[in-house]
T-cell receptor, first 110, second 122 residues
Framework: QSALTQPASVSGSPGQSITISCTGTSSDVGGYDFVSWFQQHPGKAPKLIIFKVNNRPSGVPDRFSGSKSGTTASLTISGLQADDEAVYHC??????????FGGGTKLTVL | QVQLVQSGSVMKKPGASVKVSCKASGYSFTTHRLSWVRQVPGQGLEWMGYSNTNTGKSTVVQGFTGRFVFSFDTSVNTAYLQIISLQTEDTAVYYCARHHDPYDILTGPDYWGQGTLITVST
């Protein structure tokens, strides 16, 4: 199973909005609404911020939102804050009853 | 609250074996699948497979078959990852992660352990 495709890096200024894409195939992202997004700060474990494409766990601010169109899922962060600077990983369920991750996107808050 | 606590970082020589533990608390251990995820320093996350703590079956995905063994002990709510015949390229942080939905892996992981760094070096 090939990794999902994410941009290596994105950046934005405080208060702005950014979107991170996650492109897969019809066998993963395009075939199922089981896309998750994780935030990972340096030296820390990943933290779930979006599940089932657009659902937020309790405690995750509504500045984080997810969507999907075809084989591409997206994570949008609005009202960027300094603490949002982290690596963001997407993940999807696949047709082989497994899961696959993207390569990760480093978000820099300028 | 749900917690996954992993054993500490270790350094091993090539050819040795290592066993990482992941102790779960705050939920029914046999209800939720438990996955293992590898992260090579500076790289992304790789899903290694999962343990079905209800049926006893573990699934290791292609690329990790052979030297990577999952097991668990329901009497102590602990999952284990054993790596046999370590190679230098096994140097990575290994995470255990609980899946969100009971009895399935569809939704993906929600709670993660803190990670265990395995360093393989001569």
């Amino acid at each position: 199973q090939s990794a999902l495709t994410q941009p290596a890096s994105v950046s934005g200024s405080p208060g702005q909005s950014i979107t991170i894409s996650c492109t897969g195939t019809s066998s993963d992202v395009g075939g199922y609404d089981f896309v998750s997004w994780f935030q990972q700060h340096p030296g820390k474990a990943p933290k779930l911020i979006i599940f089932k494409v657009n659902n937020r766990p309790s405690g995750v601010p509504d500045r984080f939102s997810g969507s999907k169109s075809g084989t591409t899922a997206s994570l949008t962060i609005s009202g960027l804050q300094a603490d949002d600077e982290a690596v963001y990983h997407c993940s999807s369920f696949t047709s082989t009853y497994s899961r696959v991750f993207g390569g990760g996107t480093k978000l820099t808050v300028l | 609250q749900v917690q996954l606590v992993q054993s500490g970082s270790v350094m091993k020589k090539p050819g040795a074996s290592v066993k990482v533990s992941c102790k779960a608390s705050g939920y029914s251990f046999t209800t939720h699948r438990l996955s293992w995820v590898r992260q090579v320093p500076g790289q992304g996350l790789e899903w290694m497979g999962y343990s079905n703590t209800n049926t006893g079956k573990s699934t290791v995905v292609q690329g990790f078959t052979g030297r990577f063994v999952f097991s668990f002990d329901t009497s102590v709510n602990t999952a284990y990852l054993q790596i046999i015949s370590l190679q230098t390229e096994d140097t990575a942080v290994y995470y255990c992660a609980r899946h969100h939905d009971p009895y399935d892996i569809l939704t993906g992981p929600d709670y993660w352990g803190q990670g265990t760094l395995i360093t393989v070096s001569t």
